[in-house]
């Protein structure tokens, strides 16, 4: 009879456990990372309000309104906007077809926009790692390893603000860049046809359009993917062909001058300075990630991530040191290959030892970046429903000004409101006279702005009021005192009283 030598033994005894751990920890990831995008489609049919909600949803009452001139957003004027992207043009088509609210298409849009970038970066870590573990793992480190105090901005990825910003275009715009990096990876490593290329340019140009910072993102990403490989000058020529199609792309965009937006910086500085403040406590656990890009420039000096890092980690330096604070849109570009560093370093790292002290560590920072963001569940299950621990991290969404449509506020009607009211009131097709955020486009907003001004001031008399809205043919007011031309309509939540103007 056969028997097993003593020193076959012990491995064979000692495989299967291995075996075994491996596979529990794939399936936890898996079972993790799917868990989290359960709860952002869960999100998605609520959709909390907060932040820029308001303006997508304005775009796209002006595109179901009128495709080919749709004028502001969210005054009354005829000038072009940055927010009418290829997205929401094809939204606006389908609200417009289908008759369906803008709400609705906004949930349509989210489900798009999670599915691109759920596939994106799986597509992209799978050129980075052939691991199965990997893309669970990466998806979980882009939504929780950030810090422990809660950050929210569009175009970031953290569990919490994706659950405010799903239905952004920069959502959208995230996705296509992770299957951008995967679709030029695999270029730069093979000898695609002139198509490949060429496809690569529209779409870096679709980004572009539909979310400018966004496209700062993947445009470094890019770089640093072919500073990595080194292309053949074959591969050069047709990059070079595909970078020229996507500046003519560009050029040709008939809604608005994307060229003109490079001298409008200096009105985005002061609303982008605040992701100069806090980084320890915002981005504080991304500090693992770049530990792990030092064990990857270890192993490879032009490594991918790193290099994406370095670029990414470059321009927000010079934004901060020079004044130019909207370059801290770039931030992602050094966030992301950090935190894919610091998931790959858990199936990547050359010895056991380190691979499983790796995950150890990276488990512990998952969990208090969870903690941090455990809030997010209220958006779907409703702050009364959560722990109390839990609920004190919770942020009420903003409640929407629909109650003034029910009393009789329609399209295309001027309302005059202070800045908050004016962030929202548009989503419901009315203008406010001064536009609730920058608008880079309208030349009279700081006039607009003096105006909203004058009107709410306490000094202000009655003829100057009563020419102010004359002047912007304003038929209803949000706030303010009562006044004899004007009629009390209806009081909204908070006590917020809606006036009609009367001759």
């Known amino acids: 009879m056969h028997t097993a030598s003593p020193d076959t033994q012990p491995e064979r005894r000692t495989t299967r456990p291995r075996g075994s ?15 989290l995008v359960v709860l952002l489609l869960l999100v998605v049919v609520r959709l909390p309000w907060a932040g820029d909600l308001g303006m997508h949803a304005a775009t796209i009452q002006r595109l179901r309104h009128s495709l ?26 389908v609200a417009k077809l289908t008759g369906l609210s803008v709400f609705v298409v906004l949930r349509l849009a989210a489900l798009a926009g999670m599915g691109l970038l759920v596939s994106g970066v799986w597509r992209y870590v799978r050129t980075l790692s052939a691991h199965r573990a990997a893309p669970a793992l990466a998806l979980l480190s882009l939504l929780l390893l950030w810090g422990p105090l809660l950050f929210d901005w569009s175009g970031f990825l953290g569990l ?40 690569l340019g529209l779409l870096w140009a679709l980004i572009l359009l539909c979310h400018q910072f966004t496209g700062v993102v993947a445009s470094l990403g890019a770089l640093a993917v072919l500073l990595a ?32 937006l490079f001298s409008a910086g200096a009105d985005l500085e002061a609303i982008h300075r605040p992701l100069y403040q806090d980084l320890t406590g915002r981005f504080g656990l991304v500090l693992l990630g770049v530990v792990a890009l030092g064990s990857r420039l270890r192993r490879d000096p032009r490594d991918p991530l790193v290099l994406f890092f370095v670029l990414g980690a470059l321009v927000f330096a010079a934004g901060g040191l020079t004044g130019h604070y909207s370059w801290g849109r770039a931030l992602p ?38 903690w941090t963001q455990a809030g997010t569940l209220g958006y779907v299950m409703g702050r009364d429903a959560l722990p109390g621990a839990v609920a004190h991290k919770y942020r009420t969404p903003w409640v929407g000004y629909q109650w003034i449509t029910r009393a009789g506020v329609r399209y295309g009607d001027v309302v005059m409101a202070r800045t908050f009211p004016a962030r929202q009131i548009p989503a419901y097709g009315a203008y406010t006279v001064a536009p609730g955020y920058p608008d880079v486009f309208l030349g009279d907003a ?23 809205l004359g002047e912007y043919g304003v038929k209803w007011v949000v706030g303010g005192s009562p006044a004899p031309w004007l009629r009390k309509v209806a009081v909204g939540p908070g006590g917020q009283t809606l006036y009609r103007v009367v001759p």
């Not at 004027?77 to 939204?91: K, N």
């Not at 951008?180 to 093979?190: D, E, N, Q, S």
């Open 160 to 199: 919490n603000s994706l659950a405010l910003t799903v239905s952004y275009p920069s959502v959208f715009a995230l996705g296509l860049a992770f299957h951008f990096w995967a679709w030029l990876t695999r270029a730069v490593r093979g000898e695609p046809g002139w198509g490949r290329w060429l496809g």
């Open 446 to 468: 700081g006039r607009r702005e003096a105006a909203v001004e004058r009107y709410f001031a306490a000094g202000t008399g009655s003829a100057e009021r009563r020419a102010i």
């Open 21 to 35: 751990v491996a596979r529990a920890g794939r399936v936890l990831a898996q079972a993790a990372a799917a868990l």
């Open 333 to 370: 570009a050094a966030l992301v290959p950090a935190q894919l560093a610091a998931a790959l370093e858990v199936v990547s790292a050359r010895r056991r030892a380190v691979r499983r002290g790796w995950a150890c560590v990276l488990l512990a920072a998952l969990a208090v970046g969870a």
């Open 68 to 93: 080919a001139h749709p004028g502001n957003p969210l005054v009354d004027a005829d000038t072009p906007s940055p927010y009418y992207s290829p997205w929401m043009l094809l939204l606006g088509i």
């Open 229 to 260: 490989a080194r292309p053949a000058r074959t591969a050069l020529l047709r990059l070079g062909a595909g970078l020229l199609l996507g500046l003519l792309v560009l050029w040709l965009w008939p809604y608005y001058d994307f060229f003109a």
